[in-house]
């Protein structure tokens, strides 16, 4: 039976990973710093601890690994990442878990790791107009992310590589762009759009109005979570292939466009009220030339559905808290 590891995986993405994995035949450990929030965990062996701490990764990366996921990070939405208040810790906890997972991972001799990156990466001077974004793998030099989080992910993305080539570790990258779905944090400050967007419309009478930042003209790309995966499995079983490699939708909507879906599938009829508030890049979209050249796959399935069985989802947790 294959081993694996998963680094985060009482988060988001992390939870739907293990029940992945399990379903597949692995023998599976998860650590995190809290069980995943809206299900049991699927693990066979779930470790409480703080990726930050040294002496945690040594404990729990204590095997050769046949995989390990490193998609463990100080995250959230734009609200939390363009703030600029969460910087520094964004920066120092994301790049000490990556430091402290890097060197065990190494020493046992961990046959397969992965790491999370994400679109945030890419150059913003590459993501100013919002019908023409440029986010091919090969843009990302001369680096110039948006966000502190980008420049993290990008020094990560190095890291890993660079043992990769000093050290012969076989090391794959994804570059995510917007992962959501059900079991997602939606609500407290560090949800996504999509979540978002399906809290407020869930919460909002029919007729009535929501709030969007900005003026809801830039655009981006949204992935769901089952085609994440399937995406990452398919990454990780490449023989050749390690990245980095965007795994991303090429469905780019306007933010108000997302709002208008959120509000098709619940049936109300809103209108958006725009407000100042943080906003990222432009333009941002998915290129996916590579991975289908590479993998022979990409992503498909239509936003709509995706949104469909978040909003859903989401609205039966937002009655359930009244």
Not at 60 to 82: R, S, T
Not at 103 to 123: D, H, I
Not at 149 to 164: C, D, H, I, P, T
């Amino acid at each position: 039976m294959k081993k694996a590891l998963i680094c985060g995986g009482g988060g988001f993405i992390g939870s739907h990973l293990v029940k992945k994995l399990k379903k597949e035949g692995f023998w599976v450990r998860a650590v995190d710093l809290k069980y995943p929030e809206f299900d049991e965990t699927a693990a066979d062996d779930f470790v409480i601890g703080d990726l930050r701490d040294a002496n945690v990764c040594r404990e729990v990366i204590d095997q050769p690994f046949d995989e390990l996921y490193q998609l463990a990070a100080d995250m959230g939405g734009a609200g939390f990442i363009f703030s600029g208040e969460n910087d520094a810790d964004i920066m120092h906890n994301s790049a000490l878990i990556n430091l402290n997972v890097v060197e065990p991972a190494f020493k046992q001799g961990v046959k397969k790791l992965f790491y999370s990156s994400s679109a945030c990466m890419y150059p913003e001077h590459n993501q100013m107009d919002t019908n023409n974004p440029k986010t091919s793998e090969d843009s990302a030099y001369p680096a110039n992310p948006d966000s502190e989080y980008g420049w993290e992910k990008l020094f990560s993305e190095r890291l890993f590589l660079a043992f990769q080539r000093n050290h012969g570790m076989n090391v794959k990258i994804a570059r995510f762009h917007n992962i959501f779905g059900p079991q997602g944090t939606w609500q407290g400050g560090r949800e996504k759009a999509p979540a978002a967007f399906c809290r407020k419309v869930a919460e909002t009478e029919d007729g009535s109005h929501i709030e969007m930042w900005g003026d809801g003209e830039q655009t981006r790309s949204f992935l769901y979570i089952d085609e994440c995966l399937t995406g990452v499995r398919r990454l990780m079983d490449s023989e050749t292939f390690h990245g980095p490699v965007n795994i991303g939708s090429e469905e780019m909507v306007s933010i108000n466009r997302l709002a208008e879906i959120v509000m098709e599938v619940s049936g109300k009829k809103l209108s958006i009220n725009h407000i100042p508030g943080p906003l990222g890049v432009r333009g941002r979209n998915s290129d996916n030339d590579l991975i289908r050249t590479s993998l022979n796959w990409a992503p498909k399935q239509p936003l709509i559905e995706g949104i469909s069985s978040t909003y859903k989802w989401i609205s039966e947790q937002s009655e359930n808290t009244k």
